[in-house]
Nanobody
Framework: QVQLVESGGGLVQPGGSLRLSCVAS????????MGWYRQAPGTQRDLVAV??????IYADSVKGRFTISRGNAANTVTLQMTSLRPEDTAVYYC?????????WGQGTQVTVSS
């Protein structure tokens, strides 16, 4: 079992920045891929960015603005978000993939508004 806890969401003006963090606990040795997804009201949950062994994948809509990274401790993942837009408003979920199962955090709200 893996538990994920996110932090760092909030309200920010367009053009601003936020940093999301996620800490995994439990059987973290089984985690290979960690990432971030987001879900706006009335839409499906979409990939934002994932990272595995230093390799990253980003959604086209966030390339050049968001950066995903793993911490020195293998159980953390961070999403640095810059040049935020109103369309980035969503609940952001941390994910951890152990090959046998995909785990989710509880989500953290990000609101971009003036």
């Amino acid at each position: 079992q893996v538990q994920l806890v996110e932090s760092g969401g909030g309200l920010v003006q367009p053009g601003g920045s936020l940093r999301l963090s996620c800490v995994a606990s439990g059987t973290i040795s089984h985690i290979n891929t960690m990432g971030w997804y987001r879900q706006a009201p009335g839409t499906q949950r979409d990939l934002v960015a994932v990272i595995r062994d230093g390799s990253t994948i980003y959604a086209d809509s966030v390339k050049g603005r968001f950066t995903i990274s793993r911490g020195n401790a293998a159980n953390t993942v961070t999403l640095q978000m810059t040049s935020l837009r109103p369309e980035d408003t969503a609940v952001y979920y941390c994910s951890a993939d152990t090959l046998s199962r995909l785990y989710w955090g509880q989500g953290t709200q990000v609101t971009v508004s003036s």
